[in-house]
C-alpha cells in the first residue's frame, strides 16, 4: 500500500517531507537515511538545514546513503551527485562527511564499483528512510524502465527520456553522460521506511500511472505499492490526474 498525502504545492510538500525525515532523526538519532538527489527534494534539504541552523535539529550521529551517481563526472563537476549533496545539504549541517556515502562516479570499473557500493549499503545495516523523487517515466534513482526489477546496485545505460529531462543542468544534452551507478530496486525495498516525493504538471501522468495502473518494472516507482510503509508525498499539480 502506497499512501498518498497531498499537499497544496512545492513549499507545503516541502515541509511535510522534510517534517518526517526530521521526526525520524529526532527519535532515532543515529537513523541510516538514504538520500536523493534532482530538484525535488531541494526545498526538504533547504527546510532541514534551516531547522538545524535554529538548534532544532542534531545530524552528528546520522549517517547516508545516496542512490546513485552518475559514471564519469568528477566530484568536483557542478552536476556530480557528490558536488549536489555537499552543496544542498552536508555542508550546511553538521553531519560527519566521513559517514555520507555516494557511488564513486569515477570510478570506470562498473563491475568493481557496484560491489563496493552493495558493500557500503550492507555495511549500514539497514536503511531506516529512503527518500525518493521520481523521473518522468517513473524511475526512482536511476532504475530506469526495464523488463525486470534489478535488485542490487548497478550500473544503467540512461534513456533517452532522462537525458532530455537532465539536459537543463548540462551546457548541451551531448554533456549528459550516459550511464550512472544506482542502487537497486530490491535495495530501495529494503528500507525500513520510503518517502517519495513529486511537484509540478510534468509528474502528474506518471503519478496517475503509478497509482492507478500495475506493478511493472516498465514504471519502477510502482513497486513502492508492495512496501510495507512507503508515502508519497506529492502537491496538488503532481496529483491533477489522480
Ligand atoms: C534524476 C535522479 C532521480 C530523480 C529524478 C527526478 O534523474 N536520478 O533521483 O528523482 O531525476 O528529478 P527531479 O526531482 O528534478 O524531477
Given at each position: 500500500m502506497l499512501k498518498v498525502v497531498r499537499t497544496r504545492d512545492y513549499d507545503d510538500m516541502s515541509r511535510k517531507a522534510a517534517n518526517v525525515i526530521s521526526a525520524q532523526v529526532i527519535l532515532k538519532p543515529d537513523s541510516v537515511l538514504g538520500l536523493a538527489t534532482g530538484s525535488t527534494p531541494l526545498g526538504i534539504y533547504r527546510t532541514l538545514i534551516g531547522w538545524y541552523q535554529k538548534g532544532d535539529l542534531d545530524f552528528a550521529h546520522v549517517r547516508s546513503v545516496n542512490l546513485d551517481e552518475y559514471q564519469?563526472?568528477?566530484?568536483?563537476?557542478?552536476?556530480?551527485y557528490y558536488y549536489f549533496m555537499n552543496e544542498n545539504f552536508f555542508k550546511h549541517?553538521?553531519?560527519?562527511?566521513?559517514q555520507t556515502h555516494l557511488p564513486d562516479g569515477m570510478n570506470m570499473d562498473a563491475e568493481g564499483e557496484c560491489a563496493r557500493y552493495h558493500q557500503v549499503v550492507e555495511s549500514m545495516g539497514g536503511i531506516d528512510l529512503q527518500l525518493l523523487g521520481i523521473g518522468n517515466n517513473g524511475h526512482i534513482g536511476f532504475n530506469e524502465p526495464a523488463e525486470d526489477f534489478a535488485e542490487r546496485v548497478h550500473c544503467v545505460e540512461l534513456t533517452e527520456s532522462t537525458i532530455r529531462a537532465n539536459a537543463r543542468f548540462f551546457a548541451s544534452e551531448a554533456d549528459v553522460p550516459r550511464y550512472a551507478y544506482t542502487m537497486g530496486i530490491g535495495e530501495i525495498m529494503s528500507a525500513k521506511r520510503v518517502l517519495i516525493v513529486a511537484s509540478g504538471k510534468a509528474k502528474a501522468p506518471i503519478l496517475r500511472d503509478l497509482i492507478?495502473?500495475?506493478?511493472?518494472p516498465h514504471v519502477p516507482a510502482s513497486i513502492l505499492k508492495f512496501h510495507p510503509d512507503a508515502t508519497l508525498i506529492a502537491d496538488e499539480d503532481a496529483l491533477s490526474l489522480v
Open positions: 564519469g563526472l568528477p566530484r568536483e563537476h557542478d552536476q556530480s549541517i553538521n553531519i560527519d562527511p566521513e492507478h495502473g500495475p506493478v511493472t
